[in-house]
């Protein structure tokens, strides 16, 4: 018992160390507008997250139907980034400037592997609960013995490409503008020698 719960405990303060790495990475990566960016919407997820998962922990099976579903939000948060700073830009001067200069990083692509992952672990369990649910099988093995060492392993994965990716792209930008300038106007010479 004493065993159990010390593995738990563990499990479960691991799973508050994103939201303290993501306020670090912000403050490394600050430079870089896209990862500023980025790691705002993260921290305001991971707030959210903390609070709701903190409620839906007592909702019984649901709890990770909840799970299952913050999951989503983050790849979301990831991959269509551009897509909600293009929403935002209007009122932010940070999110017309993340519009107009945005790139996709190795690092945020390694982060959304990370969140798909998340994704994957939870809909495992769903099914197993829906199997129990169903009277297909009588346990839960699967949510007992791999879950949790499951999203503790990709919560420490997730914090470390977070801190990857505040330390990689802080320099990036200062150099964003001037590389796409230089695109820009070797695509008006070669469209001026056609002329």
């Known amino acids: 018992m004493l065993e159990a719960f010390s593995i738990n405990s563990i499990y479960h303060a691991i799973s508050f160390v994103s939201l303290p790495v993501m306020i670090i990475a912000l403050f ?7 990862t500023r960016c980025l ?12 609070i709701f998962t903190e ?5 019984g099976n649901y709890y990770y139907l909840c799970v299952f579903i913050i999951s989503w939000a983050y790849v979301y948060v990831v991959f269509a980034r551009r897509l909600i ?4 830009k209007s009122r932010s ?3 017309k400037d993340v519009y107009d200069h945005f790139y996709f990083t190795r690092q945020e692509g390694a982060l959304l592997f990370v ?6 672990v939870t809909f495992i ?7 129990f649910v169903l009277y297909v099988i009588d346990s839960f093995p699967y949510i007992r013995y791999l879950f949790s060492p499951l999203l503790t392993f990709f919560c ?6 977070i801190l990857w990716l505040a330390t990689r792209t802080a320099p990036v930008d200062e150099h964003v503008l001037a590389m796409k300038h230089a695109r820009k106007m070797r695509r008006h010479k070669h469209s001026d020698r056609r002329k």
């Open 85 to 88: 700073v293009a929403k935002l």
């Open 55 to 59: 409620i839906a922990i007592s909702w």
């Open 93 to 95: 001067r940070l999110c």
């Open 28 to 34: 490394v990566g600050w430079k870089s507008i896209n």
């Open 115 to 120: 969140y798909i992952s998340y994704v994957f």
């Open 156 to 161: 420490l994965m997730e914090a470390i490409v």
């Open 39 to 50: 790691l705002l919407m993260l921290v305001a997820l991971e707030l959210m997250d903390t």
């Open 125 to 131: 369990a769903l099914v197993e609960l829906g199997l």
